[in-house]
Nanobody
Framework: VQLQASGGGLVQAGDSLRLSCAASGRAFNMYVMGWFRQAPGKEREFVAA????????YYADSVKGRSTISRDNAKSTVYLQMNSLKSEDTAVYYC??????????????????WGQGTLVTVSS
């Protein structure tokens, strides 16, 4: 499967942004989808994940309450709505996919496929 992330940009602190990740290939509804981010000089970190049918969602503490992950299996797309953005949200955001449900959705190593990333810059 190929993943194409989009929706990043330059915003001000407090603004909202919705990232999208479109998947090509078959069986999108079999994939657990995740969002990760990597800030300059930092390691990649987990942001959010969603189960194959959207029934379960998972969030990093740093974005919980400010972000919502969702998916549209008919469109083979996963979204990340981010509100009340902070300067510390500045990073390249990557979407990732994994067939089947891992015991822990947070480690990046659990995912088989990765998108190219989209840059989010939050100015304070």
């Amino acid at each position: 499967v190929q993943l194409q992330a989009s929706g990043g940009g330059l915003v001000q602190a407090g603004d909202s942004l919705r990232l999208s990740c479109a998947a090509s290939g078959r069986a999108f509804n079999m994939y657990v989808m995740g969002w990760f981010r990597q800030a300059p000089g930092k390691e990649r970190e987990f942001v959010a994940a969603i189960s194959w049918n959207g029934g379960n969602t998972y969030y990093a503490d740093s974005v919980k309450g400010r972000s919502t992950i969702s998916r549209d299996n008919a469109k083979s797309t996963v979204y990340l709505q981010m509100n009340s953005l902070k300067s510390e949200d500045t990073a390249v955001y990557y979407c990732a996919a994994r067939i089947g449900s891992p015991n822990d959705v947070r480690p990046g190593l659990q995912y088989n496929y990765w998108g190219q990333g989209t840059l989010v810059t939050v100015s304070s």
